[in-house]
């Protein structure tokens, strides 16, 4: 009996130590092993794609342009981490350098530059800022801050947001619709330290996310963590959209799910009506000082309608109190 409790020892540690790290680099390529820095992955879609529950995937410092999506990443049993090996040194991007531009002849403050598809946004990088679209070059030359596509020359016009002769660093152009890193219905993952931009939807998707199109987008996430996460210049910054017990740090916010409760709509067109603007609703996040609900609205399928909890509403300046009930 003691040979074998013996032999049962090394079985079980090495059962222990079946996760495993994998490394993406700049420098990698998609055909290496990704098991070692030296022979990091070239993309973080494919070190994603490595994972299983338990593992870790270490992200080298450095530009990687590329959307990333995994479903069904981690379980119930073990921490599932991505990260950047130092925080901050990683930047996913869905955005692009604007092209060469110059002045347009006879206007003051409209400059154009060649550009084959209609981007998704133009972006000033300095003032960290979007220019607003418009439907017309003279309008440019009028207002500051704005852009207009002209699809039969593929000519983009704009006007800077201080009307100033612009320099060639100082815009850049979306061109993903869709969000930067998406991980549905992903279990006790962590993603820390990366940083999103240029991330902004096309159109809206025909689902109940509509909303939801950024940087960071978990969905329907189970007691996963965000740390440490920068994004800047996207349609939405970092989304946790459903799930339970998540908790993103940077935004000092706890996700609850308390609910259903009964909470008047602020969009509600029952004018005095007060229990007619009565709408069932989740929160979602909460901190001292904000709240997100998920309100109760009709949602189509096909030609008939269902409920879903699909309607977001934040509010700030809000204030929490604690209520206490004797059931005796």
């Given at each position: 009996?003691?040979?074998?409790?013996?032999?049962?020892?090394p079985i079980m540690l090495t059962a222990s130590a079946f996760a495993a790290e994998y490394f993406v680099s700049p420098l990698g390529n998609?055909?290496?092993?990704?098991?070692?820095?030296?022979?990091?992955?070239?993309?973080?879609?494919?070190?994603?794609?490595?994972?299983?529950?338990?593992?870790?995937?270490?992200?080298?410092?450095?530009?990687?342009?590329?959307?990333?999506?995994?479903?069904?990443?981690?379980?119930?049993?073990?921490?599932?981490?991505?990260?950047?090996?130092?925080?901050?040194?990683?930047?996913?991007?869905?955005?692009?350098?604007?092209?060469?531009?110059?002045?347009?002849?006879?206007?003051?403050?409209?400059?154009?530059?060649?550009?084959?598809?209609?981007?998704?946004?133009?972006?000033?990088?300095?003032?960290?800022?979007?220019?607003?679209?418009?439907?017309?070059?003279?309008?440019?030359?009028?207002?500051?801050?704005?852009?207009?596509?002209?699809?039969?020359?593929?000519?983009?016009?704009?006007?800077?947001?201080?009307?100033?002769?612009?320099?060639?660093?100082?815009?850049?152009?979306?061109?993903?619709?869709?969000?930067?890193?998406?991980?549905?219905?992903?279990?006790?993952?962590?993603?820390?330290?990366?940083?999103?931009?240029?991330?902004?939807?096309?159109?809206?998707?025909?689902?109940?996310?509509?909303?939801?199109?950024?940087?960071?987008?978990?969905?329907?996430?189970?007691?996963?963590?965000?740390?440490?996460?920068?994004?800047?210049?996207?349609?939405?910054?970092?989304?946790?959209?459903?799930?339970?017990?998540?908790?993103?740090?940077?935004?000092?916010?706890?996700?609850?799910?308390?609910?259903?409760?009964?909470?008047?709509?602020?969009?509600?067109?029952?004018?005095?009506?007060?229990?007619?603007?009565?709408?069932?609703?989740?929160?979602?996040?909460?901190?001292?000082?904000?709240?997100?609900?998920?309100?109760?609205?009709?949602?189509?399928?096909?030609?008939?309608?269902?409920?879903?909890?699909?309607?977001?509403?934040?509010?700030?300046?809000?204030?929490?109190?604690?209520?206490?009930?004797?059931?005796?």
């Amino acid at each position: 009996m003691l040979r074998f409790a013996l032999l049962l020892l090394p079985i079980m540690l090495t059962a222990s130590a079946f996760a495993a790290e994998y490394f993406v680099s700049p420098l990698g390529n998609d055909a290496s092993p990704g098991s070692t820095q030296a022979e990091a992955f070239r993309t973080i879609q494919r070190g994603v794609d490595a994972l299983a529950a338990g593992d870790t995937l270490t992200i080298c410092p450095g530009e990687y342009f590329e959307h990333v999506w995994r479903k069904d990443l981690g379980d119930s049993e073990k921490d599932t981490v991505i990260r950047a090996a130092l925080p901050g040194t990683v930047l996913l991007r869905g955005d692009v350098p604007m092209p060469e531009f110059k002045k347009v002849e006879g206007f003051r403050f409209v400059f154009a530059a060649q550009v084959e598809k209609k981007p998704v946004a133009v972006m000033e990088v300095d003032t960290l800022s979007n220019l607003a679209e418009r439907f017309g070059r003279t309008e440019i030359e009028f207002q500051p801050g704005i852009w207009f596509y002209d699809g039969k020359t593929r000519t983009l016009n704009f006007s800077s947001s201080d009307l100033e002769v612009p320099t060639p660093d100082r815009f850049r152009l979306s061109g993903t619709p869709d969000s930067g890193f998406i991980l549905e219905n992903p279990q006790r993952v962590t993603v820390e330290g990366l940083a999103f931009t240029g991330f902004y939807p096309a159109e809206k998707k025909k689902w109940p996310y509509t909303n939801y199109v950024g940087g960071l987008m978990l969905i329907e996430p189970i007691s996963c963590v965000v740390r440490e996460c920068t994004p800047f210049l996207n349609g939405q910054g970092i989304c946790l959209v459903g799930g339970q017990g998540n908790i993103a740090h940077d935004r000092e916010d706890w996700q609850v799910d308390t609910g259903p409760l009964v909470i008047p709509s602020p969009l509600s067109r029952n004018g005095d009506d007060r229990i007619a603007r009565l709408r069932l609703a989740y929160v979602l996040f909460n901190r001292w000082d904000y709240v997100e609900f998920a309100m109760q609205s009709a949602f189509p399928i096909g030609e008939e309608k269902t409920s879903h909890y699909s309607e977001i509403i934040a509010l700030n300046n809000v204030k929490h109190e604690l209520f206490c009930t004797d059931c005796d």
